[in-house]
């Protein structure tokens, strides 16, 4: 089977696991002291989860870390969903352009939908 985990989850997660190792805290104490429940935190530290911002701020402060240090360098390439999003400038061109087709008597792209 795959792994779907995306590489950013998995970065993020293991950022969390050795911080919380040089902390000598056990998952269980981080958990406890970041205010979530043990599967939670279990789940981001695999790559299985996304923690909240909430979530994140608390395990950083926890940790006694900025929560900076966990997602940086972290970039849209590695999360391949972020391919399929339009960025603002893309979105506008493509609403620019179908209005330009729907003045001009062009079929529209979506086919009238």
């Known amino acids: ?29 981080l958990a406890d002291l ?12 695999n790559g299985l989860g996304n923690p909240s911002f909430r979530t994140l701020i608390r395990i950083a402060a926890s940790l006694g870390e900025d929560p900076s240090y966990f997602v ?11 391919a399929e999003v339009l960025t603002v400038r893309q979105w506008a061109a493509a609403t620019r352009a179908e209005q330009r087709r729907a003045g001009s008597g062009e079929p529209r792209a979506d ?3």
């Open 34 to 45: 970041a205010h979530t429940d043990l599967s939670n935190l279990s789940r981001i530290e």
């Open 72 to 82: 940086k360098g972290i970039g849209l390439d590695m999360i391949p969903e972020a």
């Open 1 to 29: 089977m795959p792994d779907t985990r995306w590489p950013a989850a998995i970065e993020l997660g293991q950022r969390i696991a050795e911080a919380r190792k040089r902390a000598d805290l056990s998952r269980q104490d």
């Open 111 to 113: 086919n009238g939908r």
